[in-house]
């Protein structure tokens, strides 16, 4: 009988290592993934592959790592084995990066690198093929309108440099040590396991949070900036067929449509019959030192190559997000009620 194949995930807890995961194991894959230790539980976006009733044998399994620790990473990838390495871990905060520029760099850029490395030791006896995590962000300053492969990067932030370096990396172990590595320079992509953080979840959260009465204000930064938005189950499936392709390459993934904040905060406000403008403020706080004010790809090389394209449109994005975000600020509304009944003694 033939082993299934293995795959080993960097920021498996993330929005896009979960999705990844449930594709691979759809599959028949056997996964592993790397999860920094912590204090407490942070496993949540893979805890239903855990209670999944229909996956009482799930090949699913958890290590702990560090893309600061090379020697962590190496260590992982030899032991492991995998046919296919995804690395998505990253400190993948555009506006926290310019607060922490170093930490950023060393793990969104170095931790690239010490994959890549651990990957051509394994690569030595066993073939192994890796998935970077590249960025629209790398694009900055755009050079020409849609970007694509071949657009020049001029990154404007901390954490748009640290990809780039990643990229340049993994292009140069392509190149000179014959490993099968590709770029995957995924534009903005989201869905109900964003983290809460990111300016969509952000507001789809308030919505649901405003609706139950659970929220006042929204603070928000520049509305102006324009991004192309996908979603992220489908964009973890041109990751895979990167690496399932006979010979390795970069991708642009995409939706080839650009949408301002404003728009998407219009929209989900729009899901629930309230005006944004009743609930949201401008905070400078949220402003980046230096703004990304345009983000449009082209996605045809992946549609021609790998056979990839979007599905769900940007309003369709939008929806899906309110309606978790008001279903879970349900249930949080009803949690803190229940908490603050009085009890029978």
Not at 5 to 28: N, P, V
Not at 155 to 167: D, G
Not at 170 to 199: K, M
Not at 233 to 257: C, G, I, R
């Amino acid at each position: 009988m033939t082993s299934p194949r293995r795959a080993l995930i960097t920021g498996i807890t993330g929005q896009d290592g979960s999705y990844l995961a449930e594709l691979l194991l759809s599959k028949g894959y056997e996964v592993h993934g790397i999860v920094r230790r912590a204090s407490s539980f942070n496993t949540a976006r893979l805890d239903h592959i855990y209670q999944d009733p229909h996956e009482p044998n799930s090949k699913l399994f958890l290590h702990y790592g560090d893309l600061a620790d090379g020697q962590s990473i190496t260590n992982l990838v030899l032991n492991v084995e995998p046919d296919e390495i995804y690395n998505l871990g990253a400190q993948s905060h555009v506006r926290v990066s310019f607060d922490t520029p170093l930490y950023t760099h060393d793990i969104t850029g170095a931790g690239a690198l010490r994959v890549l490395e651990a990957a051509r030791q394994l690569n030595k006896y066993k073939p192994v093929r890796v998935y970077q995590a590249s960025s629209s962000e790398m694009f900055g300053d755009v050079q020409e309108v849609p970007q694509k492969e071949t657009t020049v990067f001029r990154p404007c932030s901390p954490y748009a440099c640290a990809k780039v370096f990643a990229f340049y990396q993994t292009v140069n172990y392509r190149e000179a040590y014959g490993l099968f590595a590709c770029n995957g320079i995924l534009f903005n992509h989201e869905s109900p396991r964003r983290g809460e953080t990111f300016v969509t979840r952000k507001i789809t959260r308030a919505v649901g949070r405003i609706r139950e009465g659970l929220q006042d204000k929204l603070y928000l930064g520049n509305l102006d900036a324009k991004r192309d938005w996908g979603y992220a189950k489908e964009y973890v499936e041109a990751m895979w067929l990167m690496l399932q392709h006979d010979q390795p390459s970069d991708y642009v993934v995409a939706t080839n449509e650009t949408h301002s904040i404003r728009e998407f905060l219009e929209l989900a406000f729009d899901c629930v019959d309230l005006n944004w403008q009743d609930y949201v403020e401008i905070d400078e706080r949220y402003y980046r030192p230096s703004e990304v004010n345009l983000l449009l790809g082209d996605y045809s090389k992946a549609k021609n190559v790998l056979g990839w394209e979007p599905q769900t449109t940007f309003c369709q994005l939008a929806h899906l997000m309110v309606e978790a975000d008001c279903q879970l600020a349900v249930n949080e509304r009803l949690a803190r009620e229940s908490s603050n009944s009085p009890r029978e003694i």
